[in-house]
């Protein structure tokens, strides 16, 4: 019993170091010259719009984002893959009966839950990638809804690996925002996790302002932007074909997708991750400066 004591306490603070260096690389990451011209035009454009006009835009793109989230919520698959995460959980403590009472696991034994519903995902985006770099018309059309289900379903997915049932207000709107903060780019993205940091411990309910109250809501354009870019060149590649395969076009988009879903999976299961040592009083005050 003592081993697997001492044995616990190491993958805690395995876990613990991964999240400190994560969090190095945020805040020292350098933009490329790509990202800041891409800002630089999204931000002209839409300095052409009146502020009504951008608000009803991004309100639009939050009710559309609102209810995908609560399709993917209310599906026969979801409510299969809570059964299963509750089952691993139980491999745990057997009194385990429901996704809360998944909080009561140390961070190692969450964390372990977490990475197996990240590694399905990371291979349905791979599936989904290459999929769409078959350049049908009906796989390019669906591609951006595709990957935007598949990863707000990963922020679900890591949640209920953490006890947290995405489909409470709070929690939905939490999931959404860490969509949003993992898909904006990496220049910005230590500004949104100092603030969900920040909220870390607090009942704080702010319902659904995704993208209409951020700091830089024009941002988030860039990764929909990408996409596009991304379907364009896989159109115009699609006809080279080896052995009547088009193998660049799938290898792209397949690469592509899975580094999306890596970046979405990372910064929630490392929110989460965080989440936990708060919540826990796991973080003394030098860990808290650190972090």
């Known amino acids: 019993m003592r081993g697997r004591t001492v044995s616990n306490i190491s993958r805690e603070e ?10 190095e690389k945020l805040y020292t990451y350098e933009p490329s010259q790509f990202s800041d011209t ?9 300095d052409l719009l009146s502020d009504d006009k951008k608000d009803l835009f991004f309100a639009q793109i939050d009710t559309w984002l609102f209810h995908l989230h609560g399709i ?3 599906s026969s698959f979801q409510q299969q893959a809570e059964e299963r ?12 009966e429901r996704i809360e009472d998944i909080r009561e696991l140390p961070l190692s034994q969450k964390a372990f839950i977490a990475e197996q519903q990240i590694a ?8 989904q990638g290459s999929m769409t770099g078959t350049a049908k018309l009906s796989t390019l059309a669906i591609d951006i809804p595709a990957f935007a289900a598949l990863n707000i379903r990963t922020t679900q997915l890591v949640a209920m690996s953490y006890g947290y049932r995405a489909s409470t207000p709070l929690e939905m709107v939490k999931s959404l925002q860490l969509f949003y903060g993992a898909t904006i ?25 995704v993208l209409t109250d951020k700091d830089h809501p024009t941002v988030w354009l860039q990764q929909p932007l990408l996409h596009l870019i991304k379907l364009l060149f896989v159109a115009i590649i699609g006809r080279q074909k080896v052995n009547n395969v088009p ?33 826990n009083g796991e973080l003394d005050e030098s860990e808290c400066e650190m972090f």
């Open 14 to 23: 395995q876990w613990k170091h991964k999240l400190s260096q994560w969090e």
């Open 38 to 46: 891409l800002d630089h035009w999204v931000d002209k454009a839409f």
């Open 72 to 74: 993917i919520q209310q």
């Open 85 to 96: 995460i509750v089952n691993m959980a139980r491999s745990y403590r057997e009194d385990i």
């Open 120 to 127: 399905k995902q990371k291979l349905y985006s791979v599936i």
């Open 185 to 209: 780019p990496k220049k910005y993205q230590h500004e949104r996790w100092e603030t969900l940091k920040s909220e870390l411990g607090q009942d704080i309910d702010h319902y659904f302002d």
């Open 247 to 279: 193998l660049l076009g799938m290898i792209t988009t397949a690469g592509t997708n899975y580094y999306w879903t890596k970046e979405v999976s990372e910064f929630s299961h490392y929110y989460y991750m965080m989440r936990h040592l708060v919540e």
